[in-house]
């Protein structure tokens, strides 16, 4: 099946059948990473998939050969847990988003078909990125903001929160940095993460 870029019953059944492919995908992969879909029914999970053609252009090809098509295509995948396990290995927990970015290049054939001969040239996964105000990142299952612990500070740079070094502490929670042992004698805290002010002593051994 060629895509003629002018052509648009063309197009928009090139774009049903690579949903299709998609959707046969998520499900295989649903079966090794079981969390990420909690339906009995593994399809209904992914019924919401979006396939969009962003550009189409001609490719002039050798004499003799008919011209080409490359399309841009993105696919919209419904949002699912952004950390899943491996049914083989359940206590590795690995990113949603390494799992699909991964298959796309790995199982490149798997995205087509005889009838939809596919060539992938590159592919790119953008994740779902909720966005949150300083002091605060998203939770485990991207749904909603949090705010970073006491003993830990927002690296806005990184977004995650980390504890906070020794010789610091931080005793609110969504903060951006971390206080400073006051001094002048107890300018030290045993360990990092520390949430009080008295955590600060004056023997550093």
């Given amino acids: 099946m060629s895509v003629n870029c002018s052509d648009e019953e063309a197009k928009n059944a090139f774009l049903a059948q690579v949903r299709i492919k998609v959707i046969s995908r998520l499900i295989e992969l649903a079966k090794q990473y079981p969390s990420m879909c909690n339906k009995v029914n593994v399809r209904e ?17 050798k004499k003799r050969s008919a011209d080409g098509f490359d399309v841009d295509i993105k ?10 396990t491996d049914s083989s ?20 054939t798997e995205y087509s078909s005889q009838v ?16 949150c ?16 612990k006491e003993g830990t500070y927002h690296d806005t740079t990184m977004d995650v929160c980390k504890k906070c070094p020794r010789n610091f502490y931080q005793n609110s929670t969504g903060q951006t940095s971390c206080k400073a042992c006051p001094g002048p004698v107890n ?15 004056g023997n550093h051994d």
């Fill in 45 to 61: 999970c992914f019924q919401s998939v979006k396939v969009d053609l962003k550009a189409c252009k001609t490719t002039s090809r």
């Fill in 75 to 84: 696919v919209e995948i419904p949002v699912v847990s952004p950390i899943v």
């Fill in 89 to 108: 290995e359940p206590a590795k927990k690995v990113r949603t988003e390494t799992v699909l970015q991964e298959d796309i290049h790995t199982q490149k």
């Fill in 116 to 131: 939809m001969p596919l060539h992938l040239l590159y592919s790119t996964y953008v994740g779902k990125k909720l966005t």
């Fill in 133 to 148: 105000a300083n002091g605060t990142i998203p939770n485990d299952n991207n749904e909603m903001c949090e705010a970073c």
């Fill in 187 to 201: 300018i030290y805290t045993l360990s990092d993460g520390s949430t009080s002010e008295s955590q600060c002593v």
